[in-house]
């Protein structure tokens, strides 16, 4: 196994490991992000750049998230934000 071959699979490690902590604290919404950046620099050394470039943007994502999260108290999955996602109006019937 080469040095790159196994500097990704410490990424993938890495976001692995902090995606399923991220609950936990939003550090590791931040080790998340960083991970996403160690795989899209992955990306780049290997040569496949339309993946690293995809890499570096989901990095921004998870940075984002941290940054949004990052200030609160309680644990990220209670929190409700706002990240421009769509919701349909709730229908008005009457019984």
Do not use: D
Request: charged share 10%; glycine share 8%.
């Amino acid at each position: 196994m080469s040095a790159l071959t196994l500097f990704g699979l410490f990424a993938v490690i890495a976001m692995f490991a902090c995606y399923v902590f991220e609950n936990r604290n939003s550090w590791f919404i931040l080790g998340f992000a960083l991970a996403w950046v160690l795989g899209s620099l992955y990306g780049f050394l290997q040569g496949a750049w339309p993946f690293a470039l995809v890499e570096a943007i989901w990095a921004m994502v998870a940075l984002r998230r941290w940054w949004l999260v990052r200030g609160q108290t309680s644990r990220p999955e209670t929190q409700q934000l706002n990240l421009g996602t769509f919701h349909a109006p709730r229908s008005k019937v009457r019984a």
